[in-house]
């Protein structure tokens, strides 16, 4: 069975009946009990994935109506809620907690027969960019098991990239989705605000993260969203996108469209692997027909310390809830005044929540909150407003998905500023609420660059033309695993 194809090549192979639902989904969950143990994607596997896959089969057979997706493979990060399942956030404080509801983009997922073959791993709560920080292990990245697979959804990366699955869905609050689809070669989708619905997505920062598809094809991103986008009356932050369809039009090109070159995101610190992708990608743009030039948006300077202060305090307030009431664990609370119950609940968190929790409880509060919150609140206010202005020139941006190529797992874990530091090309377009998409564009020493291409808000139609124009261009090798 061969495992390697695109959701939309699955679709089309069990339609005509060259392949069916189970064998396709069997085979995978044998792949993954094969190889996960060296790859550590998967936090738990569905033990019922092959018996839906043949009551897929079966409405097949019998003629009756058979969702979109046609049984179709797809691993879900565990901070989004499918019902009557664990969704740990990869945090030994929910470690048993079971979703009492599916999230909307299970729910729509579910009508649509995709099948989903497992729960993957993340930085816990959704915190960091390598996914080490998952109190369940490190996943490893397929192209090179010594090296960060990048994060937060770095299981749902591995997964798709390591053929475990068809696609996935991650969630991208500062590049969660972006930042892993450039370190394991898979297409990542960042929408614009809203578009998806949040709900049944654990909070982490909600006013600005999204839940994004992550899949092997440009036109498999497209595929996805017609099924998940839409207003949501559980989650007033949905916008109507007009029922668009985005597979329609999809190779409709770039020819005489305007590209701007981020110049703060492809100078200091940047490896100069990347920086000669970045401007390979910008000729064969440019062959395609764009015009492209650069263009400069100066509060990116100031948007990673923005995330960091905003995120901080909103994931303060959001976490504030596993007080071990509602959610938690069991211990023997006798003996324990207030503050040291809560300090002994909250050792529950791994370091990096705990140094979030920490820093949110302080940047908002009462005398300090001019100084840091407010003033981040400004940068991100200004950054949109930049953003904006940009976009009155140019169609799209572009700049690479992250500075630095895939490093070795541990190598960074002790240097929190340093991590933060990477995020500097993926911050922007969730503080500005713009859509972005990171597509797979080289290998370097083994290693995969991501290309990021960015659009204004609501433009994600014409910003899948343009991913899918310049993906045309790119032939990469086949992963080693
Ligand atoms: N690295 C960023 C952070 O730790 C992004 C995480 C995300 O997008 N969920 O906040």
Redesign the pocket.
Known sequence: MNLKISALEYIDQVKNGQISAEEFVSATIDRIKKIDGKLHAFLQINPDAVEQARKVDKKIKLGEKVGACFGMPISIKDNICIKNSKTTCASKMLENFIAPYDATVISKLKQQDAIFVGKVNM?EF????TTEFSAYGPSKNPWNTDYVPGG?SGGSAVSVSAFECVASLG??????VRNPASFCSTVGYKPTYGLISRYGLIS?ANSI?QIGPMTRTVKDTAFLLNILCGLDTNDNTTIDNGNQDYLSEIDSGIEGKKIGIIQEMIGEGIDSQVLSATKDAISKLEGLGAICDNVSIDMVKYSVASY?TI?ATEAGSNLARYDNIRYGYEFPVEGYEFNSYISKVRSKFGPEVIRRMILGGFVPSAGHAGKYFLKALKVKSKLTKEVNQAFKKYDFLIAPTVPVLPFKIGEKINDPVALFLV?INTVMSNLSGTPSISIPYAISNGLPIGMQLLAKHRDDKSLLQAARALETTVQLPEVPI
């Not at 959704?126 to 960019?129: C, D, I, N, P």
């Not at 969630?171 to 969660?176: H, K, Q, R």
């Open positions: 930085d959704a915190m960091g960019l937060s969630s991208d609050t500062g590049g969660s982490y993260e960091y995120t995020d």
